[in-house]
């Protein structure tokens, strides 16, 4: 009795440990199907998620993601849960240079990423309103974004001309079509990483951290079994 109650309580312990630092992102993407299509001779395929190079530690990767993310898909999408002030801050740009080259649609540096070009108008142009960026990492998967952003190609039968594997006729057009010519594959690919670290920095900005947090939880969670180990041994000790 004494030994499996000691058990459950190590168990459960480490339970909660591992659950605060597990994150939600790690469970999707990363080996499963990100979408399917068929070939021209009718076999189905199933494209398997690329893995996305997070590192959130990596603020060079993170400044270079953010200068894309504003240059390239602010236009159209918004990110309604961030700050300018914030990335600044968190991604050590200067506000100087935030407000000079990065703020697109909005006028103060404290106000958040909203759409260059009003929503409603955008779905009459392209048939769907470009989606709030915020939090489509956690809602995707890291890697689900990566493989979409990497998966656009040529379809002279779509209104822009472009089609993607993963999401089958999407409504964005490929964007990044020019720089992905200029830059080269090894290249690309490269910045797109970038890009997606930093829309997993802005739809978790403590994600980092929390990591960092659970690893001290269960530390202390074990330091705390030898004194709770030791009490039940003297609380037992008369009764037995
Ligand atoms: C010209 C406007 C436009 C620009 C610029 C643009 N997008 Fe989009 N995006 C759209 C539209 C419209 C959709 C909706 C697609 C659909 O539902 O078929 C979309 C959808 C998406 C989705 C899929 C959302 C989902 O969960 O279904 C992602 C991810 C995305 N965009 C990321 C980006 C990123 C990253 C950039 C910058 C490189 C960008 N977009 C630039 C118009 C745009």
New binding site residues.
């Given amino acids: 009795m004494k030994a499996f109650n000691l058990k459950t309580l190590g168990a459960g312990l480490l339970l909660v440990g591992a659950g605060i630092a597990s994150s939600p992102s790690a469970l999707a993407g990363g080996g499963h199907g990100c979408g399917e299509y068929t070939e021209a001779d009718g076999t189905k395929i199933t494209l398997e998620c690329s893995t996305a190079p997070i590192d959130l530690t990596n603020k060079g990767s993170l400044q270079r993601g953010a200068t ?2 504003m240059n ?2 602010v ?3 918004s990110a309604q849960y961030v700050r300018h002030s914030r990335i600044a801050k968190d991604l050590d740009i200067p506000p100087e240079l935030m407000e000079k080259y990065l703020m697109v649609s909005a006028k103060q540096i404290g106000d958040h990423v909203t759409a260059g070009i009003d929503p409603e108008l ?1 779905k009459s142009w ?1 048939g ?4 709030d ?1 915020s939090l ?1 990492t956690r ?2 998967g890291d890697d689900w ?1 990566y493989t ?2 990497l998966s656009f190609y040529e379809d002279p039968s779509r209104p822009w001309g472009s089609n993607n594997l993963v ?1 089958a006729n ?4 490929h ?2 079509h020019n720089l992905q010519k200029e830059l080269g594959e090894e290249e690309y690919k490269a910045r797109i990483g970038d ?1 997606v670290n930093f ?1 997993a920095w802005m739809a978790e900005p403590v994600r980092h951290d929390r990591k960092i947090y659970g690893a001290f939880v269960i530390l202390f969670l074990l330091i705390l079994l030898i004194p709770v180990y030791l009490l039940n041994k003297e609380f037992w000790k008369d009764v037995k």
Avoid at 170 to 173: E, G, K, S, V
């Fill in positions: 894309m993310f390239y898909c236009g159209c999408h955008q392209f769907a309103q470009p989606p960026l489509e809602l995707r974004v979409y952003l999401l999407a409504a964005m057009p964007v990044l890009l829309m």
